[in-house]
């Protein structure tokens, strides 16, 4: 299981990585991988101002539809386009190319409130 040691995570299994004051959010290799294979990716959210742990959107595999938690409140900027015709992305490479979101932060002392690679790691038993 793959657990990159420069990002932080949530309880929910979605990853964050921080860019000055942007979030890119995906879901976890540990996620994708108990999800199984992705075959729709949801995000009705986009230019729309949330709260942390709101739900932004939904993943859909091929035996349930799985909520998508806000890891931080903010305004959602960009939507990964490309998983509307290849969802798979989130299998293939969650932390790359399967990235789902990006959020323009609006408190940036919700950072601290996330997991880092170790907590992550005990809460999945890796």
């Not at 932080?8 to 921080?18: L, S």
């Not at 709260?51 to 539809?65: I, Q, S």
């Not at 938690?69 to 990964?80: Q, R, T, Y």
């Not at 789902?100 to 890796?126: F, T």
Request: proline letters at 3%; zero cysteines; a negative charge.
């Amino acid at each position: 299981m793959n657990i990159p040691s420069d990002l932080k995570y949530t309880k929910d299994h979605e990853w964050v990585r921080i860019e000055g004051d942007t979030a890119i959010v995906g879901i976890t290799d540990f996620a994708q991988g108990e999800l199984g294979d992705i075959v729709y990716v949801e995000v009705e959210t986009l230019d729309e101002t949330l709260d942390k742990d709101e739900v932004f959107g939904t993943v859909e595999a091929v035996k349930t539809v799985s909520d998508l938690f806000l890891p931080l409140s903010g305004e959602i900027i960009a939507f990964n386009e490309s998983l509307e015709d290849e969802p798979e992305k989130v299998n293939t490479d969650p932390y790359g190319d399967g990235w789902i979101i990006k959020v323009k932060i609006s408190d940036s002392s919700e950072v601290e409130s996330l997991l880092g690679d170790a907590e992550y790691k005990e809460l999945v038993g890796a």
